[in-house]
C-alpha cells in the first residue's frame, strides 16, 4: 500500500534521534560558557588596567613637559585601583642612560614605570621613556 504524502510526518523515532542530536549540541555548547565568562572577565580587567595605564602615562609625559618640570622629576600619583579589580600600582622612574647627563647632573632621558600587581593576578608592567624637552 501507498503511503499517501499529505499525512506523511516524521515517525517517533526519527524525533527522539533528531532530540538526542540537539540534546548534545546543547550540552557542548553550554559547557563553555562558564569558560567564555571568564575570559570576558579577564579581558575586562585588561582593558581597564590599559586604560589607566594610559592615561596615567599622559599625565606624566604632561607633567614632564617642561625642563623644569623634567629636572624635578616629580610623577603624578599613581592611578585610581578601585576600578582595576584590586590591583595596586606603583610608579617608578629611572635614567635608562646613565651617560646621558646634562652638566648639571639631570638626566636627558627618565624611564617611567608603572607596575599594577594584586594577589592571585597577573602583573602587568606599563614603561614610557621622556627626553629633556628643549629651552
Same mark, same amino acid.
Given at each position: 500500500?501507498?503511503?499517501?504524502?499529505?499525512?506523511?510526518?516524521?515517525?517517533?523515532? &526519527?524525533?527522539?534521534?533528531?532530540?538526542?542530536?540537539?540534546?548534545?549540541?546543547?550540552?557542548?555548547?553550554?559547557?563553555?560558557?562558564?569558560?567564555?565568562?571568564?575570559?570576558?572577565?579577564?579581558?575586562?580587567?585588561?582593558?581597564?588596567?590599559?586604560?589607566?595605564?594610559?592615561?596615567?602615562? &599622559? /599625565?606624566?609625559?604632561?607633567?614632564? /613637559?617642561?625642563?623644569?618640570?623634567?629636572?624635578?622629576?616629580?610623577?603624578?600619583?599613581?592611578?585610581?585601583? /578601585?576600578?582595576?579589580?584590586?590591583?595596586?600600582?606603583?610608579?617608578?622612574? /629611572?635614567?635608562?642612560?646613565?651617560?646621558?647627563?646634562?652638566?648639571?647632573?639631570?638626566?636627558?632621558?627618565?624611564?617611567?614605570?608603572?607596575?599594577? &600587581?594584586?594577589?592571585?593576578?597577573?602583573?602587568?608592567?606599563?614603561?614610557?621613556?621622556?627626553?629633556?624637552?628643549?629651552?
Amino acid at each position: 500500500m501507498k503511503r499517501n504524502s499529505a499525512a506523511a510526518g516524521l515517525t517517533l523515532i &526519527e524525533v527522539l534521534v533528531a532530540l538526542a542530536i540537539f540534546t548534545v549540541l546543547s550540552v557542548a555548547v553550554l559547557g563553555s560558557l562558564p569558560t567564555l565568562f571568564k575570559v570576558n572577565r579577564s579581558n575586562q580587567n585588561d582593558q581597564a588596567v590599559t586604560v589607566a595605564a594610559k592615561a596615567f602615562m &599622559e /599625565s606624566v609625559r604632561t607633567n614632564l /613637559s617642561t625642563r623644569a618640570a623634567f629636572d624635578a622629576g616629580v610623577l603624578p600619583a599613581a592611578p585610581d585601583t /578601585s576600578l582595576m579589580g584590586g590591583l595596586t600600582c606603583t610608579p617608578t622612574q /629611572s635614567n635608562p642612560v646613565p651617560t646621558w647627563v646634562t652638566l648639571t647632573g639631570s638626566p636627558q632621558v627618565r624611564r617611567v614605570t608603572l607596575t599594577c &600587581e594584586g594577589s592571585g593576578q597577573p602583573t602587568y608592567t606599563f614603561t614610557l621613556d621622556v627626553g629633556r624637552p628643549a629651552s
